[in-house]
C-alpha cells in the first residue's frame, strides 16, 4: 500500500475553478487522499446561485459554512445556515446552494468518496459557454 503524505495548503493556495460568480477550491483530491475524499472551498459573490439541484448517487457531501449564510436545498427545503452550521448530505439528497445576501459566502466541502474534482474542467467550460 502507497504511504500517504501530508498535505499543507496555506491560504491564497489551490487549484482554482472559476465559474461565472461562483470560484472552487481544491485543497486535496483523490489523488493525494487514495480516493478516500475530495476537500474545496466554495465560494459564491453575493445574490447568486450555486450549481442547481443534483444529487450524487454514491458520494456523501459535507458543507461547513466559513463566511456569509449560504442557503442550501436539502431534499425540498430550503435553509439558511450561517457562519459555523454544519450540513451532511447523504448519497441520493437532492441538494444545491445559493447566496442570497448582497455579501460574499464561503463554504469547505468534502466530498466522499473523492473524486468530484474529475468534472471540474468539464463545470467550468459549461459555465464559459452558457455565461
Not at 459564491?44 to 456523501?60: F, I, K, R, T, V
Not at 457531501?61 to 431534499?75: A, K, N, Q, R, W
Not at 445559493?98 to 466541502?109: E, M, P
Request: charged share 30%.
Amino acid at each position: 500500500m502507497k504511504k500517504e503524505k501530508p498535505i499543507v495548503i496555506k491560504k491564497g493556495e489551490g487549484r482554482k475553478y472559476n465559474m461565472g460568480p461562483m470560484q472552487a477550491i481544491f485543497l486535496a483530491d483523490e489523488e493525494e487522499t487514495a480516493e478516500k475524499y475530495s476537500v474545496s472551498e466554495c465560494w459564491l459573490e453575493g445574490n447568486s446561485e450555486g450549481p442547481g439541484a443534483h444529487q450524487h448517487e454514491e458520494n456523501d457531501e459535507i458543507f461547513y459554512v466559513l463566511e456569509g449564510t449560504t442557503s442550501f436545498l436539502v431534499g425540498e427545503e430550503w435553509i439558511d445556515a450561517e457562519k459555523g452550521t454544519f450540513l451532511r448530505i447523504p448519497a441520493k439528497t437532492i441538494h444545491d446552494f445559493a447566496n442570497r445576501t448582497a455579501t460574499k459566502t464561503g463554504v469547505l466541502n468534502l466530498f466522499i468518496p473523492g473524486g468530484f474534482e474529475r468534472n471540474m474542467p468539464a463545470i467550468v467550460r459549461w459555465f464559459e459557454e452558457s455565461g
